[in-house]
Each structure stands twice: as C-alpha cells, then as structure tokens.
RNA sequence: GGUUCGGUAGCUCAGCUGGUUAGAGCGCACGACUCAUAAUCGUGAGGUCGGGAGUUCAAGUCUCCCCCGAACCA
C-alpha cells in the first residue's frame, strides 16, 4: 500500500479452457467471483488490474477442430469470440481476456523453459512412445486409443480408460491404434521429451507453501497434499503441431524437437503474464505489464490474487509456482488463492448431451445477466458443492432482487414522484427513524466491506440483501405516507432519506449486479464520480442519507426485476433439466 | 483404497481459539400497514446440532470409533 492507501491489486481468474461454451459452474467457480471483487476494489479507489484469457493449446482444441473441420487456429479464433462475447454478456469487466496462443506466451514461455533448464531444472530424457507410421508422427496420449490393459475395455484412451476410470500409459495399450487416422499400424518407438524436474524444487515449494498461512483451508490442504505425496517429474513436451514451439535459446528450433511443442499446463499459467503483455501491448504502453509481474520493476507493492475452481489449485500452488520460483528471477507470486468447489445441476453433474444444465449463452436467453450474477454470488460454492435448483433460483430472485431491492426503489421513487413532483424534498427534520437507519448503516457497511475483503462472497451477498431489507424496515418506521396526511414536513424526511438509501442501494449492489444497479442511479441523477465504495464515502452515514441535493430531479426506473413465474420455471426445468 | 472437507430448524446455510435461553434467509401460521412488482413490516411455530463413547465445572464447538455424502489422487 502507498501512502496515499491506494493499492494496486492483480486479480486472475482460471483460464477457460477454449473448448466451447463454459457453464454456470464454470462461471461461478472463478470468472463471476473474480469479477465481482474486482468490481469492489475499483469502487473502493483501488488499482485493479484484472486479466484473464482462453487456454488454447492441447490435445482437446485439436481434436475438436479435426471434427468441425477446420483448422485449430480458425477453430480457436471462433471459439475465442463466443466466449469473449458470453464473457462481455455477463458483465465480466475484465481488463483485458487474452489468448494463450498469442506471441507473448510463446515468448515467455520459452524463456522460462530456457532460464530453467540454466539453472538445471529441465531436462532431456528418452522415452518410449507409441509411433504411428501410416500418419508418420508420435502420437500423444490421447491421440492413441486401444483396449485398457486393467479392464479389457476396448476404447480406452491413452491417458485413461473412460471405463475403469484408471489412469494410463499408452504403451501398456493392448491392440492400440491411432485415434487421428484408425491405423493399427503403430509401434513403440523412443523418443526424447523435456522433463521439468519438481522433485528439485520439493523443498523451496513447501517452505513457501507453508509460509502462505493465511491461505484459505481448500487451497493450503490440496498443496500440502501434493507436497506430502511427492512432486513428481513431468514431461513438459507434446507430440503436437498446436502449442508454443520448442526453441534454443538463440530462438531457433530446439534439434529434436522440430515437431514437439510444449504441454498444455506448462504453458497455460504463463499466459497470465502473457496475457497482461497483451494488455500492456492494447494501451498503448508497450512495458506496463512488467510494472505489476517483475518484483524488481515496480510490482513488489502489487497484490496478486488467483480465482480458480478447486482443480486447479495444484496447478496454481505447485506446478506454476516450480516454473516462477525455479526461474529464480524476481516474478511476482501469488499472496491469495480463492478456490471455489463446483456448482452442480440438482446434485448432479452438468451435460451437453443429457441436457442437464444451463451455458452461459443459453443463460442470458433467458434472463438478464444480473439475475445469475446475484443467484450464484449468494449461492456460491465456497465451503462444499453448492446445487443450482430452478426453485431456489427463483425463490432467491424473486425474494432479494424483486421484491426486496426492486421493490424498495420503486415504491420510493414513485411515492416521490407523486406527491413531491419527483424532487427530493427539501423539508422537515431527522428523529427516531434516521437515527435507528443510521445506526443500522454504521454496523452493516463496514461489515460488508470486511466480508468483501475476507472474499466470503455468500456473506456479502446476504449483508448486501440485509442492507436492502434495512431500507423497507426504516420506510415502516419512518411511514411518510401516514405522517403526509398530517404533516407535508414530517413525510418529507421520510421520503428524502429513502432516495438517499435508493442511491445507497444502488451504489452497494454494483459489483454483483451492476446492470441494475446502472438503472437504480441513473434513475436517481447520481453523477459517475460519486457511485464509488471508498472509505471516505461509506464512513459518514450521516452525510450518506442526505447526500441528494434538495430539490434534485429523479425519475422512477421502470420495474427493475420481472419475477420468475412457475410456469417459466416448468418450461425451463423441461428444456435444460431439473428435480434431478 | 488413501487423503481432505462436510453431515445444525421443512429447504439453503452461519456458528472464530469449548462458556448465558443454538442463529439467518426462504417456506409456513398469525397480525399490522396500504407508498409499492398481492410487494413490505412485526410476531410465532419448528432443531436431543448424523450415531455412540470419552475429556471437561462446561461441547454443535476437543479426542476416538461408526454411518452417510462430496471432492482430490498429477
């Protein structure tokens, strides 16, 4: 932090992988909640940086572009697009959502692979592999198929049988075949690969593991776990046209590995420093991004925070970790991990085919962004698997966002409209009712920021709805429509302090649902420059109540949220899947 | 199989280092109000905190065993 408590904050969201639409669960594990906070700290006037990007190189890309029929590059240049699109669609407010099949993670990632192997932490090695001869290529795990050598399962695939479930070694395959072209003309031949040797860096890993304690419980167990099992050499090379080529230092290709390129994971990571190149490329400052990734070019103030789903978190907390640390050059690491379980689908897993749960462009057919963003905000998958339901889903929107939120603004802003000719009233004085609200308001902000910081995005959404409920308690307390037959004054108050906590609501809810919470102050005249969070702004409740200038213009927004009918939940349960 | 995390009101979950009558939201019942998207506000019913044993002056909160669920195992 700065003297001017201004911090600079890099958040990472888990990179989608590029194949296809990602799911509700996806969305909920990493990209939404890495969005939301986010979304905070810029509020809150800090500086935030936040990138993510498409994972585009692997076996799974290629195959999937062989069966669309196109070419991977074309393939991963649509898929891209779809998801940028559905990224944008939910309001993700990424500063840049990269790709990590673009120059700069190629660059990079062969210069940690060199500094690496200088400080003796790659290695060649010779291994066996199985060799197609009608495709003339090495075929990587996937690539071979054949029958499972444990459970006789006849389509296994290389790296494991969809059968029994175990995982394997192509060459134990019996009877294998190409899965590129059919041909059972295969054998095993040997073939050099790059090894990244982890098993070196056991110690350094756990030490900076255990030195991480304000890690959260899920991510620390999974790291510990892997430490405690051994790290592992793995093979950081493919078989593969698709990837970041193998080079030589002096950037020629790497000799025996012209047709080889790195392995998916070893490249992925990488590429959310690449990514931030490209950000860094799209401003126009070439060298902006070293400011918040090299420790000794001004990133040593920066707060790095990584959002993933719970797969992932070895990859974050050991294996990218052997690549910064093992480079032994000032990278900046991660301080915090927020890893989420899985969203399922009444219990179960999602499907395409089964039609068992919603992507995230079927989603916003049929509803706008905000209702997912609040459903899985407040639902979020923090301490175990967390079960969407049409039902709850319903019974959550129609609760919180139409009739708490929705309705508190409508019913103050139209009562204002018309009896105080939609201007914010300039009489009467503050008693009993502003005083209990303001009270209210002292101990609920600062909690709700805490609860921002502490990343508990369950609880920020219940205090955030609590705040709201705050408002319809303090309109029943404070009743100007009763006061109104008696004294003009009196209801004045009421009504001036309820488009004060309109404008409140509105600024409070922007990180989870920020399309509506445009509506609520755009309705209410806020200019942008006071839609902020910061300290300042939400330590004075008193001055936040009445914050309106007297005789300020509004406009009642139109119905904010349409509540979710049974019927629409039917004919959604019908067409995605429900009650398990 | 190993490891980890869970099992708290009908439902979804909070309950930090053990300490007054175990909490919230939804749902339900009743009442109030009428500005509002039949919204809101209040009150209440409802739990032997998965089961068993133990430690302790005191356990949902610690220990052991068992049952059930979920996840991870490169």
């Known amino acids: 932090m700065t003297d001017t408590g201004k911090r600079r904050i890099l958040v990472t969201s888990a990179l989608p ?3 296809g639409v990602k799911h509700l669960g996806n969305l909920a594990g990493s990209m939404l909640p890495a969005d939301v906070y986010a979304r905070f700290q810029r509020l809150r006037g800090h500086d935030v940086l936040y990138i993510c ?3 585009e190189h692997g076996t799974p890309a290629e195959l999937a572009a062989q ?3 196109v070419s991977v590059r074309a393939y991963c ?5 779809i ?10 407010s990424y500063d840049h959502f990269g790709r990590s099949s673009g120059e700069e993670n190629a660059r990079l990632t062969q210069h940690f692979a060199h500094v690496l192997e200088a ?3 790659i290695e060649e090695r010779a291994m066996k592999q199985v060799y197609s001869i009608d495709d003339g290529r090495f075929l990587p795990d996937r690539y071979v198929e054949g029958t499972c050598p444990h459970c006789e399962f006849e389509k296994a695939r290389g790296d494991q049988c969809d059968n029994c479930g175990r995982l394997l070694d192509p060459v134990d395959l019996i009877d294998p075949y190409s899965a590129v072209s059919g041909s059972k003309n295969v054998e095993v031949r040997e073939t050099r690969h790059l090894f990244l040797r982890q098993s070196q860096m056991q110690d350094t890993i756990r030490a900076w593991v255990e030195a991480s304690e304000d890690w959260p419980q899920l991510a620390r167990s999974i790291a510990l776990k892997w430490l405690d099992e051994g790290l592992r050499d793995r093979a950081i090379t493919r078989d593969l046209s698709w990837g970041v080529p193998v080079t030589s230092p002096d950037g020629s290709p790497r000799e025996g590995f012209e047709n080889k390129v790195f392995y998916v994971w070893f490249d992925a990571p990488v590429e959310y420093i690449g990514a931030t190149e490209e950000w860094s490329k799209k401003i126009g400052k070439p060298d902006e991004w070293r400011k918040w990734w090299r420790t000794d070019e001004g990133a040593d103030d920066v707060e790095y925070i990584q959002f993933m789903g719970k797969d992932n978190v070895a990859f974050h907390t050991v294996s990218f970790p052997v690549t910064i640390i093992g480079s032994k050059e000032p990278w900046k690491l991660v301080d915090q991990l927020k890893a989420f379980n899985w969203v399922t689908w009444y219990g179960g897993k999602f499907s395409t085919s089964n039609k068992r749960g919603v992507f995230m462009d079927q989603a916003l057919d049929l509803l706008p962004a905000d209702y997912w963003r609040w459903y899985l905000i407040a639902n979020a998958p923090e301490g175990s698997d967390a079960a969407f339901t049409w039902e709850g889903f319903q019974a959550s929107i129609n609760s919180d966002l139409a009739n708490v939120l929705g309705n508190f ?3 103050i802003t139209k009562y204002c409209a018309s009896k105080f000719d939609g201007k914010v009233p300039d009489a009467g004085q503050p008693d009993d009712a502003e005083a209990w609200i303001i009270t209210e308001l002292e101990t609920r902000l600062p909690q709700l920021v805490q609860h921002y910081e502490n990343m508990d995005f369950r609880k920020v959404a219940a205090e955030t709805r609590a705040i709201w409920a705050a408002g319809n308690e303090y309109l029943t307390k404070a009743e100007p429509w009763v006061k109104y037959k008696s004294s003009v004054d009196d209801a004045a108050v009421g009504v001036r302090t309820g488009l004060n906590l309109a404008a409140l609501f509105g600024i409070v809810a922007q990180p989870i649902i920020p399309e509506a919470a445009k509506m609520i102050l755009d309705a209410i005249g ?4 006071n839609r902020t969070m910061n300290a300042e702004g939400l330590g004075d409740v008193a001055g936040l109540i009445d914050a309106l200038p007297h005789g300020h213009a509004i406009s009642p927004p139109d119905v904010l949220f349409r509540k979710i009918e049974d019927d629409q939940v039917a004919e959604w349960s019908e067409a995605f899947g429900g009650e398990g």
């Open 17 to 19: 992988y590029i194949n």
């Open 53 to 55: 990007a498409t994972d």
């Open 67 to 69: 069966a669309a029929g």
């Open 77 to 81: 240049d649509e898929q891209h697009e």
């Open 83 to 92: 998801q940028k699109k559905a990224g944008e669609g939910f309001a993700l």
């Open 119 to 121: 400080n003796g932490l």
């Open 409 to 411: 603004v409508n019913r």
């Open 526 to 529: 806020i200019p942008e420059k």
